[in-house]
């Protein structure tokens, strides 16, 4: 006798909370959008706005004030995403500079010497930073703004001590500056056009911080210290380890800007650089970056150092004052902060099984 065996009925779908987004949805969940479509409309207002806007020379000064920012951006960027500031970052460009050149003046010893010297010092103060913010407890911004001050003031005061004066001498002559000049300041020409050597720095450096975001282990281990810092620690995330190394690649990327600095111009003022923290901060969370952590990408803070660079200078190329921009880097912030908390609960959501 047959029988007919019957088909096992199939299990029923778990029921699941999750969001189906749409396309649109979906983009709008990305860290950098907000940051694209208003650097879109910012580069078309100053293309009508001032005609000489329009010329290849002034999109490549563009590019180069952009990258100046642009490169501390990529590492207070990466800090930001693990949940934490630094406020020393600005002021410390110029003492890297101001270290290898007063050395080497004083002592007369080669550029390369000097320039290793201030690597490790920078180094050791990005360390100094992450290990008493890590060690102590105390929030990394009031480590950082002590940081901030000691260096101002010793800048200023050993300048002065030193040279008589608040600015260095003329490095032009002391042996090194060439080969330093071209590994730090140099620059070729596009026809007609100058393209700085920190231009392709800037974007070496976002590509490196994008692939290390997102393709390597220390990226998630970033992001995991940047959102949750406990349930990181939990997992078996090394979390000292992490925000340490966080800190002296600002410190790193901050020496090489202050390369750049004295190599282009030869000599540096002592009292420059406050300030510029704002700068990397601002480029950082007008790029997508959440000032709580654990969110934003690298293009996210590149397009935002593009947006500093645009309005700095087309400001500049209008003929406006330009106390301007400091008003338009203020409503930036806040537009920046609002729209990056709308993208973050698009981020949030999950779609339906």
């Not at 009508?48 to 563009?62: G, H, I």
């Not at 010497?113 to 890590?134: E, R, T």
């Not at 990394?140 to 703004?145: E, K, M, P, R, V």
Request: charged residues 10%; positive net charge; aromatic residues 14%.
């Amino acid at each position: 006798m047959s029988q007919t065996l019957e088909a096992p009925a199939p299990a029923p779908s778990e029921p699941t909370n999750r969001v189906r987004l749409g396309l649109a949805q979906r983009l709008l969940g990305r860290p950098e959008i907000g940051a694209l479509v208003a650097a879109v409309i910012i580069f078309i207002f100053f293309l009508v706005a001032a005609p000489s806007f329009r010329s290849a020379e002034s999109f490549f000064t563009v590019l180069y004030q952009s990258s100046i920012i642009g490169i501390v951006a990529v590492g207070v960027g990466l800090l930001m995403i693990g949940g934490e500031f630094d406020l020393s970052a600005g002021v410390m460009v110029y003492t890297a500079g101001l270290v290898t050149s007063m050395f080497c003046w004083y002592y007369g010893v080669n550029l390369w010497i000097g320039a290793a010297l201030s690597l490790v010092f920078c180094l050791a103060l990005g360390f100094l930073n992450g290990y008493l913010v890590m060690k102590t407890g105390i929030p990394s911004f009031l480590i950082t703004l002590g940081t901030f001050f000691v260096l101002q003031g010793a800048n200023l005061g050993v300048t002065k001590l030193v040279t008589g004066t608040v600015s260095t001498p003329d490095i032009s002559g002391i042996d090194g500056f060439n080969s330093l000049q071209s590994v730090f300041s140099s620059s070729f020409k596009i026809g007609s056009v100058t393209v700085w050597g920190s231009v392709i720095w800037w974007i070496f450096f976002v590509a490196l911080a994008a692939w290390t975001l997102h393709r390597t282990r220390t990226g998630n281990w970033i992001y995991a210290v940047g959102g949750n810092l406990d349930s990181a620690r939990a997992v078996g995330v090394p979390v000292i380890r992490t925000k340490i190394g966080l800190f002296m690649t600002v410190s790193f990327l901050a020496w090489f800007v202050g390369m750049h600095q004295l190599f282009r111009f030869n000599t540096l003022q002592s009292g420059s650089g406050v300030g510029n923290e704002f700068l990397y901060i601002i480029a950082a969370v007008v790029g997508g970056t959440l000032l709580t952590g654990g969110f934003g990408n690298m293009v996210g803070v590149a397009i935002g150092a593009f947006i500093f660079g645009m309005t700095s200078l087309g400001i500049i190329y209008a003929g406006w004052d330009p106390n301007w921009f400091k008003a338009f880097l203020g409503v930036m912030l806040l537009l920046a902060v609002l729209v990056n908390l709308y993208v973050k609960r698009m981020s949030t959501a999950r779609k339906v099984g």
